[in-house]
């Protein structure tokens, strides 16, 4: 690894930040945490889990500007267009295809979404569904595509990650995908 | 920074075609280092310990794409950094307390107990009462050895916005240890 001359110079004639150079690197985790990894990677080898060849992150950026677009503006469009209808219409009688049958998204390998998290994702996909019958077949079939535009920018930006773990950019656009996917939840279970 | 060891080679050669015994000997090599990180940029042990076993898992998942350009333990700590910096964005968040409030005051924070005894804590504690961003560049500055364009690259942000950090840093914890500056 290159260091700057400037950073050696100020980490040399600076005391202070010299006793932090002094402290040890390494600090023991309280437990051995190679179990818990083990028990992870040993569902497939790397290679396995690579990226498919060719895919780029920039697909992956691509898919994920899309869906800061559509899932924001379709969506909100839709719920206010004139096929949508309103809460007080009755589940039964616009909503023939059973709530459950729509997925919320997955995240696959990459994603870092604690128990909190999910309780909410939980709550709300609840409430989206439940919503989600009670709209027009026009409305709800572009919410159901913002949904998957979300699902596939996730999966892309998933498997670019496998490429490139390391990226800041890939990382925010995973993150920025939950935020789309809570943003559609809220969108359609919003009060009109 | 952590140069490749004996058999650090072969490790991951071995580790990319799927063998998980090789893949252990790196993870016995570099974890001190990888927990060490996250430890002092979380505050928080259990934190640090669900992002080292992330960082593992990824890094794991994509032996393929690792070149080589950089040590093995400098790729792992970028990734172990895009994994706390992930954290700290994500929608449960970490629960990480901000030392200061809107207004930029300190707050009053008690020192992370779990950190090691053998580790001189007076330093150790000045650096956890930093602000984020601040001890965020003074860790990889500091003890793991970054240049101010390395950090930029791993913490995505500009060398200038280092280098401000880093000053701040410095001043805060003159401060809250009571040093005389020695500039």
């Given at each position: 690894m290159?260091?700057?001359?400037?950073?050696r110079?100020?980490?040399?004639?600076?005391?202070?930040?010299?006793?932090?150079?002094?402290?040890?690197?390494?600090?023991?985790?309280?437990?051995?945490?190679?179990?818990?990894?083990?028990?992870?990677?040993?569902?497939?080898?790397?290679?396995?889990?690579?990226?498919?060849?060719?895919?780029?992150?920039?697909?992956?950026?691509?898919?994920?500007?899309?869906?800061?677009?559509?899932?924001?503006?379709?969506?909100?469009?839709?719920?206010?267009?004139?096929?949508?209808?309103?809460?007080?219409?009755?589940?039964?009688?616009?909503?023939?295809?059973?709530?459950?049958?729509?997925?919320?998204?997955?995240?696959?390998?990459?994603?870092?979404?604690?128990?909190?998290?999910?309780?909410?994702?939980?709550?709300?996909?609840t409430?989206?569904?439940?919503?989600?019958?009670?709209?027009s077949?026009?409305?709800?079939?572009?919410?159901?595509?913002?949904?998957?535009t979300?699902?596939?920018?996730?999966?892309?930006i998933?498997?670019?990650?496998?490429?490139?773990?390391?990226?800041?950019?890939?990382?925010?656009?995973?993150?920025?995908?939950?935020?789309?996917?809570?943003?559609?939840?809220?969108?359609?279970?919003?009060?009109? | 920074?952590?140069?490749?060891?004996?058999?650090?080679?072969?490790?991951?050669?071995?580790?990319?075609?799927?063998?998980?015994?090789?893949?252990?000997?790196?993870?016995?090599?570099?974890?001190?280092?990888?927990?060490?990180?996250?430890?002092r940029?979380?505050?928080?042990?259990?934190?640090?310990?669900?992002?080292?076993?992330?960082?593992?898992?990824?890094?794991?998942?994509?032996?393929?794409?690792?070149?080589?350009?950089?040590?093995?333990?400098?790729?792992?700590?970028?990734?172990?950094?895009?994994?706390?910096?992930?954290?700290?964005?994500?929608?449960?968040?970490?629960?990480?307390?901000?030392?200061?409030?809107?207004?930029?005051?300190?707050?009053?924070?008690?020192?992370?107990e779990?950190?090691?005894?053998?580790?001189?804590?007076?330093?150790?504690?000045?650096?956890?009462?930093?602000?984020?961003?601040?001890?965020?560049?003074?860790?990889?500055?500091?003890?793991?050895?970054?240049?101010?364009?390395?950090?930029?690259?791993?913490?995505?942000?500009?060398?200038?916005t280092?280098?401000?950090?880093?000053?701040?840093?410095?001043?805060?914890l003159?401060?809250?240890?009571?040093?005389?500056?020695?500039?």
């Amino acid at each position: 690894m290159s260091t700057i001359r400037f950073g050696r110079d100020e980490r040399e004639r600076d005391e202070l930040l010299g006793r932090v150079a002094d402290l040890p690197a390494g600090i023991a985790p309280s437990r051995d945490l190679w179990p818990g990894i083990r028990a992870r990677i040993e569902v497939g080898a790397p290679a396995e889990n690579a990226a498919p060849h060719g895919l780029s992150w920039r697909w992956a950026l691509a898919a994920a500007v899309a869906v800061a677009s559509l899932s924001v503006l379709f969506t909100w469009l839709a719920m206010r267009g004139p096929g949508a209808t309103h809460g007080s219409v009755p589940v039964a009688a616009t909503q023939p295809v059973p709530a459950a049958a729509v997925q919320p998204v997955s995240y696959e390998n990459y994603a870092r979404l604690g128990p909190q998290y999910a309780e909410t994702r939980a709550q709300m996909l609840t409430l989206f569904r439940a919503r989600l019958a009670t709209l027009s077949p026009e409305t709800r079939q572009r919410v159901e595509q913002d949904l998957a535009t979300i699902q596939k920018a996730a999966s892309d930006i998933d498997a670019a990650l496998a490429k490139d773990p390391s990226s800041a950019l890939l990382n925010n656009l995973l993150v920025s995908t939950y935020q789309d996917e809570m943003r559609l939840y809220t969108r359609v279970t919003a009060p009109i | 920074m952590h140069a490749a060891g004996p058999g650090e080679a072969e490790w991951i050669g071995l580790a990319r075609t799927g063998d998980t015994a090789a893949f252990e000997q790196l993870y016995r090599r570099h974890v001190d280092r990888v927990f060490g990180l996250c430890l002092r940029m979380t505050r928080d042990p259990a934190a640090a310990e669900d992002l080292t076993q992330e960082t593992f898992v990824s890094a794991w998942r994509s032996l393929s794409a690792f070149e080589g350009r950089s040590g093995f333990g400098t790729w792992l700590h970028r990734i172990a950094v895009n994994a706390v910096l992930a954290s700290r964005r994500s929608p449960q968040g970490r629960g990480e307390v901000s030392l200061t409030d809107d207004e930029g005051e300190q707050r009053d924070l008690e020192a992370p107990e779990e950190l090691d005894a053998a580790v001189p804590m007076d330093l150790e504690r000045g650096i956890a009462t930093l602000p984020e961003g601040a001890r965020d560049v003074l860790v990889l500055y500091g003890v793991y050895g970054y240049s101010h364009e390395e950090m930029a690259a791993m913490l995505g942000v500009a060398v200038g916005t280092c280098k401000a950090q880093l000053h701040r840093a410095r001043r805060l914890l003159r401060e809250r240890m009571n040093l005389e500056a020695s500039e």
